[in-house]
T-cell receptor, first 113, second 116 residues
Framework: AQSVTQLGSHVSVSEGALVLLRCNYS??????LFWYVQYPNQGLQLLLK??????LVKGINGFEAEFKKSETSFHLTKPSAHMSDAAEYFC???????????FGTGTRLTIIP | EAGVAQSPRYKIIEKRQSVAFWCNPI?????LYWYQQILGQGPKLLIQ????????DSQLPKDRFSAERLKGVDSTLKIQPAKLEDSAVYLC??????????????FGSGTQLSVL
């Protein structure tokens, strides 16, 4: 079974600073990895995903993530934080075949003005 | 394009009462999911429908939870009787086809249930 671990339930960064949200996965097969974002009072929406090919994946709103098999990681980054980035971020994994999407516990990102 | 619609937005009930949530997925989406999101945790899949058939309900507490998707379109999730630990946000999601590889899920805003 696949699982993901998100390190840090709360992360605070200053506006304009680097955003780094950590995600490590556990999978016995090559995984498909996702980052979803949940803004207050809204549903989750897909930020980016890794399936195959290029290990550096670019998503919406300036976010990107790099799949590192040797470290079993899929950390989310953004060079310069914006106030509108304040939200909860979920890392998720799916294995091969028709397997369910398994989410991490989430990281709440706060942006300090 | 209209998104996934859910109602009600909030619901407060007492334990042992029953409650129902409704979801209308994006038009044409074959797969529908119900997730439970307890405060401080990630969403957990309760049930997955492919058209009007159940694909995965392994984590659905079947003694108290039930779900149906008549005609392969909208869906209802019911809890009867509710327990305190059922307090959570219930998220509905849909996807165009069967989940594979990078299939994207579209989520509704959820129903926040408080059981007192």
């Amino acid at each position: 079974a696949q699982s993901v671990t998100q390190l840090g339930s709360h992360v605070s960064v200053s506006e304009g600073a680097l955003v780094l949200l950590r995600c490590n996965y556990s999978s016995s097969v090559p995984p498909y990895l996702f980052w979803y974002v949940q803004y207050p009072n809204q549903g989750l929406q897909l930020l980016l995903k890794y399936t195959t090919g290029a290990t550096l994946v670019k998503g919406i709103n300036g976010f990107e993530a790099e799949f590192k098999k040797s470290e079993t990681s899929f950390h989310l980054t953004k060079p310069s934080a914006h106030m509108s980035d304040a939200a909860e971020y979920f890392c998720a994994v799916r294995g091969l075949g028709n397997e369910k999407l398994t989410f991490g516990t989430g990281t709440r990102l706060t942006i300090i003005p | 394009e209209a998104g996934v619609a859910q109602s009600p937005r909030y619901k407060i009930i007492e334990k042992r009462q029953s409650v129902a949530f409704w979801c209308n997925p994006i038009s044409g989406h074959a797969t529908l999911y119900w997730y439970q999101q307890i405060l401080g945790q990630g969403p957990k899949l309760l049930i997955q429908f492919q058209n009007n058939g159940v694909v995965d309900d392994s984590q659905l507490p079947k003694d108290r939870f039930s779900a149906e998707r008549l005609k392969g379109v909208d869906s209802t999730l019911k809890i009867q009787p509710a327990k305190l630990e059922d307090s959570a946000v219930y998220l509905c999601a849909s996807s165009l086809t069967i989940p594979r590889e990078g299939e994207k899920l579209f989520f509704g805003s959820g129903t926040q249930l408080s059981v007192l």
